[in-house]
């Protein structure tokens, strides 16, 4: 008997390839929008990191008659002779480019009373990182993530030294915010993981230089807390300080950045940072 099944039909190479094209040109559309969609979910995770962060720094200050948590880096370093100690809101100087560094792998170092004065407010050492950083760093023979990427505004904390120039005013407490408000100044920001170092987020007010630079790992941009409680993520617009996101080990490290003297970032920083004395 003749078989009476019809014969089954199958793509052609041309229709299959036609397939795969389309397939890769929807990919292609798609992608941007994906990375665009997980940059703003990042950054909002970030953003509810730091201001996690901003409340404990306002905590601290309820209960400490006002006075803003140290941020003093050469004892947040022990540099200069200084003695490491609770003084300060976190205590380390990390470096990505170095191997080895407890410093950069150690969350005791802003969590536990004996170095921190502010961890004892967060305790959760997940909000001191930025979920978008990349870079690892190198201990015993492992790769690991950078155990801190905010640090604090140098112009402000109690044990702050002056600054050799003179002219601008440090914030020793909170009730000294009154030229420029607390909704203006800036206190945590999220920094470049390859650009952190001790918790004082430096910002020069008379040489045209970025000493520490911020991260713009969320779509350009990045979260900075105000002394009122509220947080913000900024846009960065400098063209001097738009580095390529780092993956992997660091191999240079970015600190004092000259930048120009209209640089929008840098502008930024000086109007939310301090106001002359």
């Not at 100690?85 to 480019?97: C, I, L, Q, R």
């Not at 005791?108 to 690892?136: E, N």
């Not at 987020?201 to 991260?215: H, K, L, Q, T, Y």
């Not at 790992?217 to 990045?222: A, F, N, P, R, T």
Request: glycine share 8%; net charge negative.
């Amino acid at each position: 008997m003749k078989n009476s099944r019809r014969p089954q039909s199958a793509f052609t190479l041309l229709e299959l390839l036609v397939v795969i094209a389309t397939i890769a040109i929807l990919a292609a559309l798609l992608l941007p929008v994906l990375s665009k969609a997980k940059a703003r979910a990042t950054g909002i995770q970030c953003q509810s990191n730091l201001k996690q962060l901003q409340l404990g720094w306002q905590l601290y200050a309820d209960e400490n008659s006002d006075f803003i948590p140290g941020n003093n880096w050469w004892m947040e370093a022990g540099s200069n002779g200084c003695v490491r100690g609770p003084f300060n809101w976190m205590t380390g100087w990390e470096d990505a480019t170095l191997a080895d560094d407890m410093d950069n792998t150690n969350t005791s170092l802003f969590l536990d009373s004996q170095w921190s004065s502010l961890g004892q407010y967060t305790k959760v050492a997940a909000i001191y990182h930025c979920p978008a950083s990349r870079v690892m760093v190198k201990e015993g023979g492992g790769l690991f993530p950078l155990a801190r990427t905010v640090s604090m505004n140098g112009w402000m904390g109690y044990t702050n030294r002056p600054d050799p120039v003179g002219g601008f005013t440090y914030f020793k407490k909170t009730s000294d915010l009154t030229k420029l408000s607390p909704s203006a100044a800036f206190v945590f920001v999220d920094e470049r993981d390859d650009s952190v170092d001790d918790g004082f987020f430096g910002v020069s007010m008379v040489n045209d230089i970025m000493v520490e630079i911020a991260s713009n790992y969320h779509g350009g941009s990045g979260p900075v807390t105000f002394a009122d409680g509220h947080v913000e993520i900024h846009s960065w617009r400098s063209p001097d300080t738009q580095f390529n996101q780092v993956s992997g080990v660091a191999t240079e490290k970015y600190n004092f950045i000259s930048v120009a003297p209209d640089d929008p970032d840098l502008l930024w920083f000086r109007d939310h940072a301090t106001t002359p004395e």
